[in-house]
């Protein structure tokens, strides 16, 4: 099957399953997010970026572009797509504000697998309750290109230090009974998504083919987050001050 006859995914279609799935195991499949031409354009946008800037920011795990909605018109419609917010808001079921997007290409084998971890740990808004990310392939992204394995409940283990991602033992030392937890792995369609809860355990494979692996993550936090002081790329030149909203321009109610 191609992604063209794939079921496209709306919030009008979104089935009460999957929303319990989300909700009790922290991350579900999304097939059709987008359809196949949006899929082209943003992949070609999403190449056009990586190549253009890959010098300043290649690293052994993953090349990543933080905020190119910001710069860049066409991956501003994918960042800013009704479609991804509208699914992303009844999956959370609370309001929803933009936290940032990231562009994540693996190149051909880099031989470089992203290790286990939780992203929330990672941000500034640590007791916001329903950080949600909307993983989304914009090429076929089978096991062998480095899609995503999930840890089903752990996005209820919210008393966890940050994890190494580039360290294979940093979480199963932190927390050694998750080493026991069972390991969802989900390949996706190019135009298909996983969305996962901020404190949800994943991992994504090496890239094994010759293709680059090319996914875009739109990252959503509650609409009522507030900042708390550690420091991140995204809010590091903002001039926040401990406890004030995270709003504004930089931070959009989309959901
Ligand atoms: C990856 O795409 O390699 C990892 C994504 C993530 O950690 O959220
Ligand atoms: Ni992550």
């Not at 031989?111 to 950080?131: A, L, M, R, V």
């Not at 840890?151 to 008393?159: A, E, F, M, N, V």
């Not at 901020?198 to 875009?216: F, K, L, Q, S, Y």
Request: aromatic residues 8%; charged residues 25%.
């Amino acid at each position: 099957m191609t992604q063209t006859d794939t079921m496209q995914t709306t919030p009008r279609t979104l089935t009460p399953d999957r929303i319990d799935h989300f909700r009790e195991q922290g991350f579900v499949h999304i097939p059709g997010i987008i359809n196949a031409e949006e899929v082209e354009r943003f992949r070609v946008a999403a190449l056009r970026i990586y190549e253009t800037q890959e010098g300043l920011s290649a690293r052994d795990v993953f090349s990543q572009h933080v905020n190119v909605w910001r710069g860049d018109e066409t991956m501003r419609e994918l960042t800013l797509h009704p479609n991804v917010a509208g699914v992303a808001r009844k999956l959370a079921g609370v309001s929803l504000r933009l936290w940032h997007d990231q562009i994540l290409v693996k190149r051909p084998h880099n031989n470089t697998p992203t290790e286990f971890h939780q992203d929330q740990p990672y941000w500034p808004h640590d007791g916001s309750p329903n950080p949600i990310s909307a993983w989304i392939a914009l090429c076929d992204v089978p096991v062998e290109r480095g899609c995503m394995s999930f840890l089903p409940g752990s996005h209820r283990r919210t008393d966890l230090e940050r994890q190494d991602l580039s360290d294979a033992r940093s979480l199963f030392g932190i927390c050694p009974d998750l080493q026991w937890s069972p390991r969802v792995t989900v390949p996706l369609k190019a135009g298909d998504c996983t969305f996962h809860h901020g404190r949800c355990a994943h991992m994504a494979n090496a890239n094994e083919t010759d293709e680059p692996r090319v996914a875009h993550v739109v990252i959503y936090m509650d609409a009522a987050a507030r900042y708390d002081g550690k420091g991140h790329v995204v809010t590091d030149p903002l001039g926040l001050k401990l406890g004030d909203a995270l709003a504004g321009e930089m931070f959009p109610e989309l959901g």
